[in-house]
Every structure is written in C-alpha cells, then in structure tokens.
C-alpha cells in the first residue's frame, strides 16, 4: 500500500504569510493527487485535484505542484479563515490519505 | 442541489455489526461513485472503500475482510455494513460523492463502539 507522509504535523504562522505544506508518497503516484481543508466540527471541503486543478469556489491563493513522489499546497497569503487541518490524498494505486497539517495562527 | 446523508445507529456494541446508509440527491449513483471515509475523535481521514457508478466495489485492504459495500439505485442510496466492531471503530463516518475529487460530502454520521 502507498504511504503518504504529511509535514510538518504542525505549522504557526501569521496572517499574510505564504505558507507551505508538504506531502510525500512512498511510491510514484505521477499527478493522482488531491488536497482537502478540514476546519473543525466540518466534513471536508475539495481544494485541489490533480496536484494542481483549483476545485470550483476556492480562492486563488490557494495553489498545488509536484509530481511522482513530492508535492506541495501553497496558500500565497495566509487569511484568517485557512486555520484548518490539511490532507493530502493519492489515488493512482488504492486510496490513502496523509495524516494531514494542522494550521494555525501565530 | 446535491446533497448526501447518512444515517444509522450512534451506539453499537463490540462484535456486532455496524450498518450505515448514504441517502443522495441531486445526481444519479450510476453517474458518479460514492466512497466512505471514517474519522475517529480528533484523528486524521481513514478511506474505506468506494462504490464505483457501474456497481463495481473496491475496499481498503486493512478492512476488506469485516466490510461490504451495496446500494440501490432506485432509492438512491449506499450502504455500508461492517462486522466484527471494535472500540478503535468508533469515529465519525462520512459518505462524499467523487467528480475529480471528493467534491460533496455528508455532513458525517458519529459511530461509537461501546458496551
């Protein structure tokens, strides 16, 4: 099964800041990759598909790359309301989610 | 508007079986595929398994043997039986329609495994 290994598990920063989160499969999973935000009490919410497909809705400062084992979410300016958990998922063989990044505010 | 649901019982006792039901509106199961996710309390997303729109089922392997996926399209609805619960069971089980990605979700349903 393929493993997807989310970092850091946890990230502080300040509202505007472009923040980074970091996703890495255990095998080549070429572009089957998709991201989700959790807020808490929530279902999760579809920000990017196929590593780099914006879903319908979301704000443009949230972006996606990376291809075969690396990927990368992007939020170019940090908003209040991105304080969330995210999670990496690969589809190319089976179905697995990362642990996901919890995002806060510094 | 799109829209799922999912219901079934909050308490099941360790050993039974758990059976959950993914109502749906707005699209047709044989037009898109509906997966199940779990999430226990304060942990991270847990894919279970999928029912692909041609009925065609697929499962995670670390749950394949306790779990079965089914529905009925006439009544536009999933199901998800699990046997054999556990404590480690208990979560909040969501059913989410996939197009691209998991693009509409439940609101979840909480399972807990209790005696």
């Known amino acids: 099964d393929i493993q997807m290994t989310q970092s850091p598990s946890l990230l502080s920063a300040s509202v505007g800041d472009r923040v980074t989160l970091s996703c890495k499969a255990s095998q080549n999973i070429y572009k089957y990759l998709n991201w989700y935000q959790q807020k808490l009490g929530e279902a999760p919410k579809l920000l990017i598909y196929?590593?780099?497909s914006l879903q319908t809705g979301i704000p443009s400062r949230f972006s996606g790359s990376g291809s075969g084992t690396d990927f990368t979410l992007t939020i170019s300016s940090l908003q209040p309301e991105d304080v969330a958990t995210y999670y990496c998922y690969q589809y190319n063989s089976g179905n697995t989610f990362g642990a996901g990044t919890k995002l806060e505010l510094k | 508007q799109v829209q799922l649901k999912e219901s079934g019982p909050g308490l099941v006792q360790p050993s039974q079986t758990l059976s959950l039901t993914c109502t749906v509106s707005?699209?047709?199961?044989?037009?898109?595929?509906v997966h199940w996710v779990r999430q226990p309390p304060g942990k991270g997303l847990e894919w279970m398994g999928r029912m692909k729109y041609d009925g065609d089922t697929y499962y995670n392997s670390a749950l394949k043997s306790r779990l079965s996926i089914s529905r009925d399209t006439s009544k536009s609805q999933v199901f998800l039986k699990m046997n054999s619960l556990q404590t480690e069971d208990t979560a909040i089980y969501y059913c989410t329609r996939e197009y691209w990605g998991f693009d509409y979700w439940g609101q979840g349903v909480m399972v807990t495994v209790s005696s």
């Open positions: 707005g699209f047709s199961l044989m037009d898109y595929s």
């Open positions: 196929y590593t780099n």
